[in-house]
């Protein structure tokens, strides 16, 4: 099956979705074939069947298990390839306006909040300085000894 071209002209980014579609449509038949094979290549497992026993039966189609996995891997191999095109295709001048104003609205929303954050904490730390002097003053007024520790 040949797949689409990354971009045409005429099509602009409808090409790499469908690939992409193309592709996943793909890995499920991928899917869908593997298991049937493995249903049909799985040996009959007797009910009392030890360890030993299964080991070398399951031996018998691990090829085929192995070339089957080996199928789903390449085709999700695939799609992440198709999804790392898609992510990296050019946007158009309009797009790429309308993402710089949304992150400039974004850093200024990020700034106004950190301003009140600051804000709020020169706040807490004006609060604390006053209920230090606030005790230190009220220690001093009974303690004259804590009078010189106010200095230190």
């Not at 689409?4 to 449509?25: E, I, M, N, R, Y």
């Not at 009910?47 to 089957?68: M, N």
């Not at 974004?106 to 709020?120: G, P």
Request: glycine residues 8%; proline residues 5%; hydrophobic residues 40%.
């Amino acid at each position: 099956m040949a797949e689409p071209a990354a971009v045409s002209p005429k099509d602009g980014a409808h090409q790499p979705v469908t690939a992409l579609q193309v592709k996943a449509t793909e890995l499920c038949h991928t899917y869908f074939t593997a298991l049937g094979h493995l249903q049909n290549a799985a040996p009959e497992a007797p009910l009392d069947e030890t360890g030993p026993a299964r080991t070398a039966r399951v031996a018998g189609f691990q090829g085929l298990v192995d070339e089957l996995a080996a199928a789903v891997v390449q085709k999700h191999s695939e799609i992440e390839g198709l999804v790392d095109e898609l992510e990296a295709m050019p946007r158009s001048e309009e797009d790429e306006l309308r993402r710089l104003r949304e992150a400039q609205e974004d850093h200024a929303a990020a700034t106004e909040s950190l301003r009140a954050s600051v804000a709020k904490t020169e706040r807490l730390a004006g609060s604390v300085r006053g209920s230090l002097d606030s005790l230190l003053t009220s220690g001093e007024q009974r303690d004259p000894w804590i009078k010189g520790a106010g200095s230190l």
